[in-house]
């Protein structure tokens, strides 16, 4: 007679039951974390650095100290960072920064923050800004996303300004665009409540599309702005500029 002990099948049925559905809940709860991993990843740009020359990098090396503002370091103190105590302005996206900087040196009475991924227009406004001395301006190389979340408090900014954010033309690109209700909501928290949300694009099907996005907006005058390097280019192509802006809603 044999005498070892026979496995019990109905347990060792039940317990690989148990396992199957525990490995089913844990693969379950890793897809949904990845997927909201993936669906945060989405950004509204692609870092093409490109070419940066030399005064650039030397800009980003010695005068990021006298501009550069950290993600990391989070809120901040706007009578601290910059010396004066005046209405701040947040333009996202300001590309190689000539027009940011032809507004910061043309108005001392406003404080200026832009934020820009691309090093070498990083390196380009951070050398205009050191050559003329700026003390109004400060910038950011990192995500909007982060550091309007990370570093802005609510109803701090006088004006937020959008000049010619990328339109993702196709369809199936329409999820990177920036502008967004998700997204104007987290600028609406920003705006001090007679801030003025201006967006400007030479993509007339993301105009309309800013429209219906911004509908419960009430539309107010332009503000004056320069004419970037981007939007001479599209001129000579015939490109037709509009340009948008907001009075934050109570």
Not at 99 to 124: A, C, K, W
């Amino acid at each position: 007679m044999n005498d070892k002990t026979q496995p019990d099948l109905n347990n060792t049925s039940s317990s690989a039951s148990k396992e199957i559905s525990n490995d089913i809940s844990h693969n379950s709860a890793e897809s949904l974390s990845e997927s909201k991993q993936r669906k945060r990843e989405i950004r509204s740009y692609v870092i093409r650095d490109g070419r940066i020359t030399p005064g650039q990098l030397r800009a980003l090396d010695e005068c990021w100290v006298s501009y550069g503002l950290d993600v990391h370091n989070g809120v901040l103190d706007l009578d601290a960072v910059f010396p004066e105590s005046n209405p701040t302005v947040l333009e996202i996206g300001f590309g190689m920064g000539d027009s940011l900087f032809e507004m910061s040196q043309g108005d001392s009475n406003t404080n200026y923050i832009g934020v820009e991924v691309h090093r070498p227009g990083v390196g380009h406004l951070l050398q205009l800004a050191n050559k003329a001395e700026l003390r109004n301006l400060r910038l950011f190389k990192d995500d909007s996303i982060d550091v309007l979340k990370q570093c802005i408090s609510d109803k701090s900014l006088a004006k937020i300004q959008i000049f010619f954010p990328d339109p993702w033309h196709k369809k199936k690109h329409h999820k990177r665009r920036l502008i967004s209700e998700e997204f104007v909501e987290l600028l609406k928290s920003k705006l001090k409540d007679d801030g003025v949300l201006h967006i400007a694009t030479d993509w007339m099907p993301y105009a309309e599309y800013i429209r219906e996005v911004m509908v419960h907006w009430r539309e107010v005058a332009v503000p004056a702005r320069p004419i970037t390097k981007y939007e001479k280019r599209g001129l000579r192509l015939n490109h037709e500029v509009t340009d948008l802006a907001y009075a934050k809603p109570s």
